[in-house]
């Protein structure tokens, strides 16, 4: 089972949870990296001193390796990259920007650096300012997405990179986590299925409709202006596409999802609420706590690829 990865971050399984947005908050992230894969806590737009007692309260629940993801694009980025140095974080993943501007605050203090890639020039732009890894994500996942899928993006940024890739994007079972090592991946990070986890705080609401969701019931809004993002289908989303059809501004379907997320997350509003998921949902169907996840995924893809 040992990779590259694994022995980089110190865990037992190649599987890291995503940072997801009013998700991946201490219960989620200290829940994963007990079950011995790689916690983490979704920095979203959170002001630095939230992120901080969120990496405090991780510590008193597991004493194993976790991270924090940094999302770049947060009016309070440069606080969170002061906070992971001060609280001792040892891993940082980034997303929705490039993280060059704090790479030698953070290899000064022994992070390790992981930025979330869509593309093979920002993975080779990321390994020359010494990333320790990349994560290589494709379009099926959830949230904020690129325009390669996952079976084409992982192998090409395996062949342009010498540093660890990690796969992406629409796995979530065994045999994804065993496709993406076949791909050139020594290492998944998985978003949606963690989200009906048992320890995730998200609203049963948005549980159970992840578990409910179908194949084709992935929606992806904001083409128009050049910021897709995949959720599932709803009141909300129908809307937002008959606007963007409709050729409407940035800032007025801006202002349809403000807080569009939180609701969801936190109070259950999947009909005007932003469901955020991959296309992976139509596979789940049942809640399990983390340790069960990873078990059951490992179990399937160890018996594929011999390990």
């Known amino acids: 089972m040992e990779t ?175 496709a993406s090592f076949m791909l050139g991946a020594e290492a998944v990070q998985i978003g949606t299925r963690f989200v009906v986890a048992e320890e995730s705080i998200v609203h049963e609401n948005y549980k159970q409709r992840i578990i409910k969701a179908k194949d084709i019931d992935s929606a992806v809004t904001g083409r128009s202006h050049g910021h897709p993002i995949r959720g599932l289908r709803n009141k909300m989303t129908r809307e937002y596409l008959k606007l963007e059809q409709e050729g409407k501004s940035f800032e007025e379907l801006e202002y349809l999802t403000l807080g569009s997320l939180r609701r969801a997350v936190q109070e259950g509003d999947v009909q005007e609420g932003t469901v955020m998921a991959g296309q992976i949902a139509g596979m789940i169907h049942k809640e399990q706590t983390c340790k069960e996840i990873i078990e059951e995924m490992i179990a399937e893809a160890s018996a594929l690829l011999k390990w």
């Open 4 to 178: 590259r990865v694994t022995k980089m971050l110190g865990i037992q399984y190649p599987i890291i949870q995503g940072g997801m947005a009013w998700v991946a908050e201490h219960h989620l992230a200290a829940a994963v990296s007990a079950a011995g894969g790689l916690g983490l806590i979704g920095g979203a737009n959170a002001p630095g001193e939230v992120v901080r007692e969120e990496i405090r309260k991780a510590k008193e629940l597991t004493d194993k390796p976790f991270g924090v993801n940094v999302m770049l694009m947060s009016p309070y980025a440069d606080d969170v990259a002061k906070v992971v140095v001060e609280e001792g974080i040892q891993v940082v993943t980034t997303g929705a920007g490039n993280p060059e501007k704090y790479m030698d605050q953070w290899k000064a203090a022994g992070i390790k650096v992981i930025p979330v890639v869509a593309s093979v020039a920002l993975a080779k732009r990321m390994e020359k300012y010494g990333a320790d890894a990349v994560v290589a994500e494709g379009c099926e996942s959830g949230g904020h997405i690129g325009e390669a899928t996952t079976m084409t993006l992982v192998p090409q940024v395996k062949d342009a990179v010498s540093i660890p890739v990690i796969a992406a994007g629409g796995i979530g079972d065994g045999r994804g986590i065993a």
